[in-house]
C-alpha cells in the first residue's frame, strides 16, 4: 500500500511556529525532530528551506519553494547581493560559505573595542604572529568555522557600498552599550540596515560596568521592532563585555546562527566575483586594493576588472599578509595589479583576457558619462508615472524633523496614507537637520528626503544634487500629507523652483543703436546667462522684469560671463538703466 505524498509549499526561510501551524503539528515536535537532525533552534527562530524541507519530508510532505517568494523579492529588490551573484549557478555545486559580518553602532558604544576583542580571541586560540597587516577585513575561526569580518565599522561606509550597488555584508552586528542605550546613530544604523535588508543581531556591550541596564535596552530595542527572542521576538540579543573580553564567543555562535538560518552559499567553481572593500596607492607596491570573493575562486595570475581598473594579479596576500596562490569564497584578499583606483563597493569579476577586460572597461567609462548627464532624480511628481511603469514598487521616504512632538503624528500621519495601493515605506524617521547621512540613504534605497521645519545642511544640498536626491522642506503638516496624498494617486503638478545664477552691478548705462539703453555691468557673484531671466533692482525697488535678451564681452557676442569679468547687458523693450542698479540673474526649473 503506496503512502500518499503532499506537496507543501514553503519560502526560503521559515520560522518554527508557522512551519508548525502549516502541518498541523506541535512545534515542541518540530523542535525534537530539529534535534534529531543536529540543528538546536527555538520556536521564534528561522530555518532554511532544506532544513525545513528535511523536518517535514519526515511527516509525509514534499516540500516545494514557494515560486512567488522569490519572484516578488527579485522585483521588490530585497534580493541579497550574493543571491544575485549565484543567479547563474548550478544548484547542485552550491556549498555553505563563511558569513561575512559588518558591525555598526552609535559612537562611544564600543564598535572598536569589539572587533579588537575579537581579534585577540583569534590570536589567543594559537594562531601564530597575529594580524600583521590591516586589510580591512579578517577572518576568525569558531568551531572549525570561519567568519569574515569587514574591519570598516560605521554606517555611513556601509551604506556608500550599497549606494554603489555592493552589499558587502551578509549579516550586521549592532552594538548597544547598555549604560547608554539606543541612542540616535543606533537609530540610524538600524534604518541603514533594515533599508539594506540584511539580518540583524544586536551585541549588548558594557554589560560589566555599574549602571548598566540591559532590560531598558531591550525595551527600546523592541519599540523600534527588534523585539529580543528572548521575549519572543526574532531578534537574537547577545550580551558581551569588549573590555573584559567576555561573550565573545556567545556572539561568533550567534552569527553562525544567524548564517545558518540564512542558507548563505557560493559556487567555488563558478563565475569569480566579488567587492572591492578599499583600495590605496602605494609608492613601491603601486595599487593595492582589498577584494572580498563572493563567488567562485580567485587566483593569482587571474585578469581581474574591478570598476573601471583591470589588471592581471602578481601576488594576492590573505588578512594577515601571508602570499596565498588562491581564494575562495568569502575570503578578503590584498592584491596588486590593478592599472588605477577602483573605489570601495565596485564589483569585481575575473575575464580570460586584457582584452575583454579593456573592452569592459571603455564601455563602463561610456555608460558613467552617460548616467552623470542623465541621472534621474526619483521625486514625487514622477512616483505614479514610475510606479505605472513598473520602475517602483512604492515610495520610500526619510522624515526630518525639529521635535519629536511634531516627529510623531507625522509618521502616524503618513502610515495611514500608505495603506492604499502604492506602498509607503518610512525608512528613517529623526529629529535634527538633514545631512549627508540621510542623502547617502536617501539615494542607496531610492528615497524621498522629507524635512519638517528643518534645514538641509549645505554639504546634505549638494550631495543630493550630485546624487538626485529629492529634498522636501515643510512648515505646515497638512501641506506634507497632501503633497504626498497626491503623489500616490498621480496629481501631483510639477514644482516650479528659482536657481540663482549669478548677481551684478551696473556701472554705467549708455545708448546702442541696436539695443537701445545698454548697462555696461561687472559680474559680483556666479555668472550671467544669455536667455536667462533677470530682475533689476534699484535700491529695494524691482524696476524690471524680464529676459536677459544680450551679453557681450569685449564687443563679442557671448552665452555667458563669469564672477570678476565686466559686460554689456541689454533688457527687451527696457531702456530706464541707472549706475548702482543691482541685477540678479535666475532660470526656473
Same mark, same amino acid.
Given at each position: 500500500?503506496?503512502?500518499?505524498?503532499?506537496?507543501?509549499?514553503?519560502?526560503?526561510?521559515?520560522?518554527i511556529?508557522?512551519?508548525?501551524?502549516?502541518?498541523e503539528?506541535?512545534p !515542541?515536535?518540530?523542535?525534537?525532530?530539529?534535534?534529531?537532525?543536529g540543528?538546536?533552534?527555538t520556536?521564534?527562530?528561522s530555518?532554511d528551506?532544506?532544513?525545513?524541507?528535511?523536518v517535514?519530508?519526515?511527516?509525509?510532505f514534499?516540500?516545494?519553494?514557494?515560486?512567488?517568494?522569490?519572484?516578488?523579492?527579485?522585483?521588490?529588490?530585497?534580493?541579497?547581493l550574493?543571491?544575485?551573484?549565484?543567479?547563474?549557478?548550478?544548484?547542485s555545486?552550491?556549498?555553505a560559505?563563511?558569513?561575512?559580518?559588518?558591525?555598526?553602532?552609535?559612537?562611544?558604544?564600543g564598535?572598536?573595542?569589539?572587533?579588537d576583542?575579537?581579534?585577540?580571541?583569534?590570536?589567543?586560540a594559537?594562531?601564530?604572529?597575529g594580524?600583521?597587516?590591516?586589510?580591512?577585513?579578517?577572518q576568525v575561526?569558531?568551531?572549525g568555522?570561519?567568519?569574515?569580518f569587514?574591519?570598516t565599522?560605521?554606517?555611513?561606509?556601509?551604506?556608500q557600498?550599497?549606494?554603489?550597488?555592493?552589499?558587502?555584508?551578509?549579516?550586521?552586528?549592532l552594538?548597544?552599550?547598555?549604560?547608554?542605550?539606543?541612542?540616535?546613530q543606533?537609530?540610524?544604523?538600524?534604518?541603514?540596515?533594515?533599508?539594506?535588508?540584511?539580518?540583524?543581531?544586536?551585541?549588548?556591550?558594557?554589560?560589566?560596568?555599574?549602571?548598566?541596564?540591559?532590560?531598558?535596552?531591550?525595551?527600546?530595542l *523592541?519599540?523600534?521592532e527588534?523585539?529580543?527572542?528572548?521575549?519572543?521576538?526574532n531578534?537574537?540579543v547577545?550580551?558581551?563585555?569588549?573590555?573584559?573580553?567576555k561573550?565573545i564567543?556567545?556572539?561568533?555562535?550567534?552569527?553562525?546562527?544567524? *548564517?545558518?538560518?540564512?542558507g548563505i552559499?557560493?559556487?567555488?567553481?563558478?563565475?569569480?566575483?566579488?567587492?572591492?572593500?578599499?583600495?590605496?596607492?602605494?609608492?613601491?607596491?603601486?595599487?593595492m586594493?582589498?577584494?572580498?570573493?563572493q563567488n567562485?575562486t580567485l587566483?593569482?595570475?587571474?585578469i581581474?576588472?574591478?570598476g573601471?581598473?583591470?589588471?592581471?594579479?602578481?601576488?594576492?596576500?590573505?588578512?594577515?599578509?601571508?602570499?596565498?596562490?588562491?581564494?575562495?569564497?568569502?575570503?578578503?584578499v590584498?592584491?596588486?595589479?590593478?592599472?588605477?583606483?577602483?573605489?570601495?563597493?565596485? !564589483?569585481?569579476?575575473?575575464?580570460?583576457s586584457?582584452?575583454?577586460?579593456?573592452s569592459?572597461?571603455?564601455?563602463r567609462?561610456?555608460a558613467a558619462?552617460?548616467?552623470?548627464?542623465t541621472k534621474?532624480?526619483?521625486?514625487?511628481?514622477?512616483?505614479?508615472?514610475?510606479?505605472?511603469?513598473?520602475?517602483a514598487?512604492?515610495?520610500?521616504?526619510? !522624515?526630518k524633523?525639529?521635535?519629536?512632538?511634531?516627529?510623531?503624528?507625522?509618521v502616524?500621519?503618513?502610515?495611514?496614507?500608505?495603506e492604499?495601493?502604492?506602498?509607503?515605506h518610512?525608512?528613517h *524617521?529623526?529629529?535634527?537637520?538633514i545631512?549627508?547621512?540621510?542623502?547617502m540613504l *536617501?539615494?542607496?534605497?531610492?528615497?524621498?528626503i !522629507?524635512?519638517?521645519?528643518?534645514?538641509?545642511?549645505?554639504d546634505?544640498?549638494?550631495?543630493?544634487?550630485k546624487?538626485?536626491?529629492?529634498?522636501?522642506?515643510y512648515?505646515?503638516?497638512?501641506?506634507m500629507?497632501?503633497?504626498?496624498?497626491?503623489?500616490?494617486?498621480?496629481?501631483?503638478?510639477?514644482?516650479?523652483?528659482?536657481?540663482?545664477?549669478?548677481?551684478?552691478?551696473?556701472?554705467?548705462?549708455?545708448?546702442?543703436?541696436?539695443?537701445?539703453?545698454v548697462?555696461?555691468c561687472?559680474?559680483?557673484e556666479?555668472?550671467?546667462?544669455?536667455?536667462?531671466?533677470?530682475?533689476l533692482?534699484?535700491?529695494?525697488?524691482?524696476?524690471?522684469?524680464?529676459d536677459?535678451?544680450?551679453?557681450?564681452?569685449?564687443?563679442?557676442?557671448?552665452?555667458?560671463?563669469?564672477?570678476?569679468f565686466?559686460?554689456?547687458?541689454?533688457?527687451?523693450?527696457f531702456?530706464?538703466i541707472?549706475?548702482g542698479?543691482q541685477?540678479?540673474?535666475?532660470?526656473?526649473?
Amino acid at each position: 500500500m503506496s503512502t500518499t505524498i503532499t506537496k507543501l509549499e514553503l519560502p526560503a526561510n521559515i520560522v518554527i511556529r508557522d512551519l508548525a501551524l502549516k502541518i498541523e503539528k506541535s512545534p !515542541i515536535d518540530l523542535i525534537k525532530k530539529l534535534m534529531s537532525n543536529g540543528v538546536m533552534a527555538t520556536i521564534n527562530q528561522s530555518v532554511d528551506f532544506d532544513t525545513a524541507a528535511i523536518v517535514v519530508g519526515e511527516y509525509g510532505f514534499e516540500a516545494v519553494l514557494e515560486a512567488s517568494e522569490d519572484s516578488t523579492k527579485e522585483e521588490a529588490g530585497e534580493v541579497p547581493l550574493w543571491r544575485q551573484m549565484i543567479a547563474g549557478e548550478n544548484v547542485s555545486l552550491l556549498k555553505a560559505r563563511p558569513p561575512v559580518v559588518t558591525i555598526l553602532g552609535h559612537v562611544d558604544h564600543g564598535k572598536t573595542s569589539l572587533l579588537d576583542a575579537i581579534r585577540q580571541t583569534e590570536v589567543a586560540a594559537g594562531e601564530a604572529g597575529g594580524i600583521t597587516q590591516h586589510i580591512g577585513a579578517y577572518q576568525v575561526e569558531k568551531k572549525g568555522r570561519l567568519i569574515t569580518f569587514l574591519d570598516t565599522p560605521g554606517h555611513a561606509a556601509f551604506t556608500q557600498m550599497r549606494a554603489r550597488g555592493a552589499q558587502g555584508a551578509d549579516i550586521v552586528v549592532l552594538v548597544v552599550a547598555a549604560d547608554d542605550g539606543v541612542m540616535p546613530q543606533t537609530r540610524e544604523a538600524i534604518a541603514h540596515a533594515k533599508a539594506a535588508r540584511v539580518p540583524l543581531l544586536v551585541a549588548l556591550n558594557k554589560v560589566d560596568k555599574a549602571n548598566a541596564n540591559p532590560d531598558r535596552v531591550k525595551q527600546q530595542l *523592541a519599540e523600534l521592532e527588534l523585539v529580543p527572542d528572548e521575549w519572543g521576538g526574532n531578534t537574537m540579543v547577545v550580551a558581551v563585555s569588549a573590555k573584559q573580553n567576555k561573550g565573545i564567543d556567545d556572539l561568533l555562535e550567534g552569527i553562525l546562527l544567524v *548564517a545558518d538560518s540564512n542558507g548563505i552559499k557560493a559556487n567555488p567553481g563558478g563565475k569569480v566575483i566579488g567587492t572591492v572593500i578599499e583600495a590605496e596607492l602605494d609608492k613601491a607596491k603601486g595599487v593595492m586594493a582589498t577584494l572580498l570573493v563572493q563567488n567562485g575562486t580567485l587566483e593569482a595570475g587571474d585578469i581581474v576588472v574591478a570598476g573601471t581598473s583591470y589588471g592581471k594579479l602578481r601576488a594576492i596576500t590573505d588578512h594577515k599578509g601571508k602570499p596565498i596562490k588562491k581564494a575562495g569564497p568569502s575570503t578578503p584578499v590584498a592584491v596588486m595589479g590593478l592599472s588605477g583606483m577602483p573605489s570601495a563597493g565596485d !564589483i569585481f569579476q575575473v575575464v580570460k583576457s586584457e582584452k575583454e577586460a579593456r573592452s569592459i572597461v571603455a564601455e563602463r567609462t561610456d555608460a558613467a558619462k552617460t548616467l552623470s548627464q542623465t541621472k534621474k532624480k526619483v521625486s514625487l511628481e514622477d512616483l505614479f508615472a514610475n510606479v505605472q511603469a513598473g520602475e517602483a514598487k512604492g515610495l520610500n521616504l526619510i !522624515i526630518k524633523a525639529d521635535v519629536q512632538g511634531s516627529l510623531d503624528p507625522i509618521v502616524n500621519e503618513l502610515n495611514k496614507l500608505g495603506e492604499g495601493e502604492i506602498g509607503l515605506h518610512i525608512l528613517h *524617521a529623526e529629529t535634527g537637520n538633514i545631512g549627508n547621512n540621510d542623502v547617502m540613504l *536617501a539615494s542607496a534605497s531610492k528615497a524621498i528626503i !522629507i524635512g519638517f521645519n528643518v534645514q538641509a545642511d549645505v554639504d546634505g544640498r549638494r550631495l543630493a544634487e550630485k546624487e538626485g536626491v529629492d529634498i522636501r522642506l515643510y512648515e505646515i503638516i497638512y501641506r506634507m500629507t497632501e503633497d504626498i496624498e497626491k503623489a500616490l494617486n498621480g496629481m501631483l503638478e510639477p514644482k516650479l523652483v528659482e536657481r540663482v545664477l549669478g548677481r551684478a552691478q551696473v556701472l554705467v548705462a549708455f545708448a546702442a543703436s541696436k539695443f537701445g539703453k545698454v548697462a555696461g555691468c561687472k559680474v559680483t557673484e556666479g555668472e550671467l546667462r544669455r536667455g536667462a531671466r533677470v530682475r533689476l533692482y534699484r535700491g529695494a525697488d524691482m524696476v524690471y522684469e524680464g529676459d536677459l535678451s544680450s551679453l557681450r564681452h569685449e564687443k563679442e557676442d557671448v552665452k555667458e560671463i563669469r564672477q570678476g569679468f565686466e559686460c554689456g547687458v541689454g533688457f527687451k523693450s527696457f531702456n530706464d538703466i541707472e549706475p548702482g542698479d543691482q541685477l540678479v540673474c535666475y532660470i526656473v526649473e
